[in-house]
């Protein structure tokens, strides 16, 4: 079946430093989602990114279908930027059903 | 608009009580979805429905676990004969068709 693996698994940043997170996935997935979950909190969308490039904010995400990869960059991070960040891809395709990743935590220092 | 509403926030069975975890999705969504997130497995989907039919039950343990919708405005998960392994958080996501899911806070099931 689908997996997905997070990388890395924790990362512990000081304000105002950039945060790159990785995505990888076994098969060609048809939608790559990420999603921010404070702790105690609820999963919260920010990007439905399938392929290329979107921006919102201090947050650019990177789908490359082809090489079964994504990435989230979190640039200039803030303390509130700390919780756990999720990448998730279809169970199957079209299905909307997602398939998760372990997370990666982040922990922003002042 | 108040989002996907789960009740309750919280609940505490004794094991081999019965749980009945609700979900009030968004008005207007057609596909409801059942998640379960514990510490070691993750967040692990369970079951799906769209305009009120069941669609997938696969990731549903198949003893104990049901889940139903009988109407749009609410889907109900529940669980017999609870035991400490069931303990997790329970998230309900609704999606308009062919939307990404939007979540809820989340019931958080713990079984003594």
């Known amino acids: 079946g689908q997996q997905v693996q997070q990388s890395p698994a924790s990362l512990v940043l000081q304000e105002g430093e950039n945060a790159e997170l990785q995505c990888n996935f076994s098969?060609?997935?048809?939608?790559l989602q990420w999603f921010y979950q404070h702790p105690g909190g609820r999963l919260v969308s920010l990007f439905y990114n399938p392929s290329g490039t979107k921006h919102t904010g201090r947050l650019t995400s990177t789908t490359v279908t082809n090489e079964r990869r994504g990435s989230l960059h979190i640039s200039s991070s803030q303390t509130t930027d700390s919780g756990t960040y999720f990448c998730?891809?279809?169970?199957?395709?079209?299905?909307?059903?997602?398939?998760f990743g372990s997370g990666t935590q982040l922990t922003v220092m002042p | 608009n108040a989002g996907v509403i789960q009740t309750p926030r919280h609940k505490v069975t004794g094991k081999g009580q019965e749980a009945t975890l609700w979900c009030e999705p968004i008005?207007?969504?057609?596909?409801v979805f059942w998640y379960r997130q514990t510490i070691v497995q993750g967040l692990e989907f369970l079951t799906y429905?769209?305009?009120?039919?069941?669609?997938?039950d696969s990731g549903m343990p198949k003893e104990r676990f049901s889940a139903q919708m009988p109407n749009q405005s609410h889907s109900t998960l529940k669980i017999q004969s609870t035991q400490p392994q069931d303990s997790a958080v329970y998230l309900c996501?609704?999606?308009?068709?062919?939307?990404?899911?939007?979540f809820g806070e989340g019931t958080r099931l713990s079984v003594l």
């Open positions: 429905f769209r305009n009120q039919a069941p669609i997938d």
């Open positions: 996501a609704s999606s308009p068709g062919g939307g990404a899911p939007l």
């Open positions: 008005s207007g969504h057609s596909a």
């Open positions: 998730a891809i279809d169970r199957s395709s079209g299905s909307w059903q997602l398939i």
């Open positions: 098969s060609t997935a048809t939608r």
